[in-house]
């Protein structure tokens, strides 16, 4: 185990380096950021002075040879925009994403699984078809539109919850956490929900067909006839063979709604990482763009070694390391 | 009544009780609460000149000159000031301004600072050291008296001094302070970094208002200035949070979050002059949009005619373009009435404008007759670049004006773009028909031509922009005596001069002023400013 | 096939999902009423789209026939023209109706293209690399470990940049950065059905390996990919409209359902709720009605229905 997780970790060290390649020439061939970040009044010197402070005057793949070297010291480069370190912007936002994404998966779980039980355990029912049907509204309407519906309905006009921004927070192991704070979770609640509504569809789909097909088996068929109480049937037996592919939808929604909650962040103002990322592309902060990726890329990488992890303890049958055939 | 049309009374009474009791405006002395468009990136006042930036700073810092709501130019830390001979400016402190420590404003203050200006190596954008690099020396005399001597005539000295914040000269170690730049002016410690204004460190001003604290993302937190030298603020305290996308900024206000925010969308203003307890105020801005064309190069990258050649280069089809565009409709039905229709490239009554200039007509018959005349009744086919995402309702406007033009027989097609790859491609010259946006932060003709009509000249600052290529010699010659001319009388009669060349010509065409919209809870007053800041000491509670 | 001893009368070995049950697909879809509502509403849907100038009262991309004085009408108030607009009209003067009936088409052609392509290219590298493991497996999900942290944005930049705008290039933006996560979705399930008999057996048998995976473990491993497919075509709509709405995808003059109701959504606050509500309607029947008979289908084609 051990050693897989430690072969695993230098794999994604290989891949680290070929997202910074990728995306570091990505954002060089989209433009130059010195149009966007230099005024017409500057003189030409001052202009080239600032050219050359960025270190865009170099030839690109020096600028990239710089940046590696830089980067194997720590330093994964400075805002262009913001003129503080790139990593130190992105850490100062994660808090704040991580708490959204962390109750978006609760809700997740706590929702769309047991629902999902329900709707396959009960397929031929009224419920069952009820409960799938109106699963198709959490992902067919555009996100920042549902956010504006749960904002205009809730804060506008019940007035029971804020409409946008982050709550107080309490700073924990230097950390400003505001899951911690009742205002922080009436500022955390309605965005969570955006978040996690197309999730919730999803996962309780995918849980009502494993269900539904897990029912079919014969050691389903087996246990029922054994005369096997019909909640132990669901627990032990249909549980833990449709956790696999659920898991890994979790497991990659998780990276997901971490990478990309740009269009909740925007409509709820919530300050997280998605946000910085879109206006940092758009301004063609190369930095901090880089910085983010690899950062979200490791990210990606802890999550799908956690989730094949899980896969071999819910499965036997699965071998952590497929030998070749 | 029905159980429906109760029902529906019922909700629209708790709607507008909700609403109404959430439209308590806050009190004097008490925290107002603003909803911002987009993000200041520092506290820096020499960062970044941007007007986020700059509105932020003005809170905290002041400067020796200021400007009003209309952008005329009003003493602030200076009382006076006058142009002794064309390279030598007086300007006359103020006494008794303290700084937010206590601390008194001394001419030693102004040195250090114009020192720093130059000694800033993370600031973008090269505005400010633009400002003092024109200067060959600074010193002060009789007590409160400030001499600057420039390089070459700078008439503009008063106008740019409106952006440059006032620091403490305390926030640094230094021996005697004099503008020597070589010897780093007397400073004998490291200077200020960015960072030591985003953590509020060096964040000494003599502002009305003082930073207590800056969560980049989250927001912006003030206090009073009680030590304040001017009228006594009106609020104790103030919050400043970024919402960039403009309806949740509007439910932020609708649902009490928010006292005040900026850039409301247009279309919304209905809805909040309509729903009890709001109100808003709509403040012209010097803000020009307009069309630039490439006069330069034939055949241009996005214009095809069957004659090979490039059509913008005759005036006739110019002139025949902006005939066939309704600015009037554009403002009333794109922007929502929320901009003015141009007719030059800054408003009417700013110094050095034309008092009575022609008015761009919307005639599209007489357009098809120029096109006619200058050899293309079948129109030709062009395309219309401009930016998605930066100037209010931009992508709108573009396909607006490509609906006009097709009317008169130009086939037109329009490809709005992120900015980020819109401003680098129109440097590189990829557009023939490009948007364009300006302000002038000095709040006088200049500056428009300046960069964006004056025949390209690296070493004097000219035509940076000037992205078509326009170069006519009789425009030049007015324009750059214009520059050096420091009487205001005389150069106002060159500005006008240039400007009546330059709307002859048209290598750009204006087509409107934004207008800038603030809302607000009733009770509150709030006077609206040309330069789009947004002040808190521009709200005070009604009376 | 195996060589038989009688050339008259030829006797196959089918796999196993060959069995004949594609007759009784059709039988099961026209069985509910449901599935039967469903698929005829499907049936509209597409006959609209295809044949969409033929229904719609205006061509919306043309910019000569527009004007703003035609803007923001309520429904049916009539336009210059003399045109009754039925579901109102957006701030360029465009007729709501046209400009849905339109946008349909690229949204449908955007959403179904990519995921049909993302599913088969990610289906194929999952299926690959949990059969035959080992390196391969390794070296394929580290490809995927880096194309799922890749954000769409900047992809869509890139190919905006470099190849130009177009529809073509939305879908290729779409596929790139999709396709991973089909991958990992059909390996986690490829790696439970490796180990079960019948693909033990087929291997006993000889069967060539692409076609152990082809015809044995890929029908049983499409249920969990379907249901995520399924769901990815409103999701690939929505995201090709992020990406229109942030400039990066297809051009303003000619919409997709997407770009209009990103546009919509500035106009929610405004009282100008057509804007906004009919095409987010038709969002919402088209994946609807995707989504009903795609479940159906899906049950019937799974082996395991009893």
Not at chain 3, 67 to 78: K, N, V
Not at chain 3, 171 to 187: E, F, N, S, T
Request: hydrophobic content about 45%.
């Amino acid at each position: 185990m051990a050693l897989f997780i430690l072969r695993r970790l230098i794999q994604s060290l290989f891949v680290l380096l070929a997202v910074s390649v990728v995306v570091f020439f990505a954002v060089y061939a989209v433009g130059d950021p010195i149009e966007l970040l230099v005024s017409p009044e500057a003189s030409q010197a001052a202009r080239e002075a600032m050219i050359a402070r960025l270190g865009l005057d170099l030839p690109v793949w020096q600028q990239y040879t710089g940046f590696l070297w830089r980067a194997l010291h720590g330093d994964l480069g400075t805002s262009f925009v913001h003129g503080i370190p790139a990593v130190e912007l992105i850490v100062q936002r994660i808090p704040a994403t991580f708490e959204l994404v962390f109750v978006a998966i609760m809700l997740t779980c706590v929702i769309g699984i047991p629902l999902g039980l329900v709707a396959g355990l009960y397929r031929d029912d009224y419920l069952g078809r009820g409960i799938m049907s109106t699963s198709v509204l959490g992902f067919s309407l555009p996100n920042f539109w549902q956010g504006m519906m749960l904002i205009l309905l809730f804060a506008v006009w019940l007035g029971w919850l804020p409409a946008t921004g982050r709550g107080d927070t309490v700073t924990v192991l230097g950390v400003r956490l505001s899951i911690l704070t009742a205002n922080g979770w009436s500022h955390l609640i309605m965005p969570a929900i955006n978040l996690a509504l197309a999730n919730i569809a999803l996962v309780l789909r995918l849980t009502a067909s494993g269900v539904v097909e897990a029912r079919s088996q014969d050691y389903v068929k087996f246990a029922r006839a054994k005369g096997v109480k019909p909640g132990r049937i669901v627990r032990r037996h249909i549980l833990r063979n449709i956790l696999i592919p659920v898991v890994t939808v979790i497991g990659m929604e998780f990276g997901s709604l971490i990478a990309y909650s740009t269009i909740t962040e925007t409509v709820f103002a919530w300050p997280g990482m998605g946000k910085l990322l879109i206006d940092s592309v758009y301004q063609l902060d190369r930095p901090v763009v880089v910085a983010y990726v690899m950062l979200v890329t490791l990210i990606f990488v802890v999550i799908n070694l956690v989730v094949d992890i899980l896969y071999a303890a819910l499965d036997p049958r699965v071998q952590l390391v497929t030998p070749a055939q | 009544m029905s159980a429906k049309v109760y029902l529906r009374s019922a909700l629209l009474a708790c709607t507008l009780a909700a609403s109404a009791a959430q439209a308590q405006a806050p009190a004097a002395g008490s925290t107002l609460k603003i909803g911002l468009s987009s993000e200041p990136t520092s506290m820096d006042p020499h960062y970044h000149q941007a007007t986020p930036n700059d509105a932020m700073t003005s809170h905290m810092f002041e400067t020796l000159v200021g400007q009003n709501a209309k952008m005329d130019l009003i003493p602030r830390l200076a009382t006076a000031w006058k142009a002794v001979d064309d390279t030598t400016w007086e300007f006359t402190l103020r006494d008794g301004a303290k700084f937010s420590n206590g601390q008194p404003f001394t001419a030693q203050d102004v040195i250090f600072t114009f020192c720093r200006v130059m000694n800033n190596e993370q600031s973008i954008g090269g505005s400010y050291p633009a400002i003092v690099q024109k200067f060959a020396n600074v010193e002060a005399r009789d007590g409160n008296k400030l001499i600057i001597k420039t390089l070459k005539p700078y008439p503009l000295l008063p106008n740019d001094l409106t952006r440059t914040g006032m620091l403490w000269s305390g926030i640094v170690e230094h021996g005697p302070i004099t503008f020597d730049l070589k010897n780093k002016c007397g400073v004998t410690g490291p200077w200020p970094t960015v960072a030591d204004f985003n953590n509020g460190r060096d964040v000494i001003g003599t502002g009305p208002y003082t930073l207590k604290s800056y969560v980049k993302g989250t927001g912006i937190e003030l206090t009073r200035n009680d030590a304040y030298w001017g009228d006594k603020p009106a609020w104790q305290a103030v919050k400043l949070i970024p919402v960039p996308a403009a309806g949740p900024r509007l439910t932020g206000l609708l649902a009490g979050d928010f006292d005040l925010i900026e850039n409301p969308a247009a279309r919304d203003v209905k809805r909040i002059s309509e729903t009890p307890g709001f109100g808003h105020v709509i403040t012209p801005s010097v803000r020009v949009v307009y069309f630039q064309f490439d006069v330069a190069r034939s055949p241009s990258p996005t214009v095809k005619a069957a004659d090979g050649k490039n059509p913008l280069q005759d005036v006739r089809v110019r002139r025949a373009i902006s005939m066939a565009i309704d600015r009037k409709t554009i403002a009333a039905r794109i922007m929502d009435g929320a901009a003015t229709p141009a007719n030059q490239f800054l408003p009417d009554g700013m110094f050095g404008t034309l008092p009575h200039p022609p008015e761009l007509k919307y005639d599209p018959e007489g357009a098809k007759q120029l096109l006619a005349e200058a050899g293309y009744p079948n129109g030709f086919e062009l395309a219309i670049s401009s930016t998605n995402d930066r100037y209010i309702n931009d992508a709108q406007i573009s396909q607006a004006v490509a609906q006009y033009l097709s009317r008169v027989g130009i086939k037109t097609t329009v490809d709005a773009m992120t900015r980020s790859v819109y401003f680098p491609k129109r440097a590189k010259r990829e557009f023939s028909f490009a948007m364009g946006g300006w302000s002038s932060e000095t709040g006088e003709a200049s500056s428009f031509l300046q960069y964006w009509v004056s025949r390209f000249d690296k070493e004097h600052g000219l035509g940076t922009s000037n992205y078509g290529g326009y170069d006519n010699p009789e425009f030049d010659a007015v324009f750059k005596r214009a520059l050096v001319t420091v009487d205001p009388a005389e150069r106002e009669k060159l500005l006008q001069q240039s400007l009546t060349l330059a709307l002859a010509d048209l290598p750009s065409i204006p087509l409107h002023f934004e207008s800038s919209i603030w809302a607000f809870k009733k009770g509150l007053v709030y006077e609206g400013r040309a330069d789009q800041y947004t002040l808190a000491m521009s709200a005070k509670p009604a009376k | 096939m195996a060589n038989s001893p009688n050339p008259g009368r030829t006797r196959t070995v089918q796999p196993l999902a060959e069995t004949p049950q594609r007759a009784s697909i059709l039988k099961k879809l026209r069985a509910r009423p449901t599935v039967r509502g469903s698929a005829i509403a499907l049936a509209i849907l597409v006959v609209l789209v295809v044949f969409a100038p033929f229904f719609a009262p205006q061509n919306p991309y043309d910019l000569a026939n527009l004007s703003l004085m035609d803007g923001r009408l309520a429904p049916r108030q009539a336009l210059m023209d003399g045109s009754i607009a039925w579901l109102g009209t957006d701030d360029q003067g465009r007729d709501m109706l046209s400009a849905i009936l339109y946008g349909l088409r690229i949204s449908l052609m955007v959403g179904l293209s990519a995921v049909v392509l993302a599913t088969a290219i990610g289906g194929a590298v999952g299926l690959i690399a949990a059969y035959v493991g080992g390196l391969v497996d390794t070296v394929l999900m580290r490809i995927v470990d880096f194309i799922l942290g890749f954000p769409t944005i900047l992809v869509a930049l890139v190919l905006l940049v470099v190849l130009g705008r177009g529809v073509d290039k939305v879908i290729l933006a779409l596929v790139l950065v999709q396709w991973g996560h089909y991958a990992r979705i059909m390996r986690s399930r490829a790696l439970q059905e490796r180990r079960k008999e019948y693909v033990e057996a087929a291997a006993n048998l000889g069967f060539p390996a692409w076609r152990i995976m082809a015809f044995h473990l890929l029908p049983n491993c499409l249920g969990p990919v379907m249901v995520f497919a399924t769901i990815q075509i409103a999701t690939a709509i929505a995201l090709e409209a992020t990406l229109s709405f942030l400039g990066v995808g297809v051009p303003i003059t000619e919409p997709s359902l997407g770009l209009l109701i990103s546009n919509g959504f500035q106009y929610l606050l405004s009282g100008d709720y057509w804007i906004s509500l009919f095409p987010g309607i038709a969002l919402l029947l088209l994946i609807l009605s995707i989504n009903i008979v795609g479940d159906r289908l899906r049950e019937s084609l799974d082996p395991r229905r009893a």
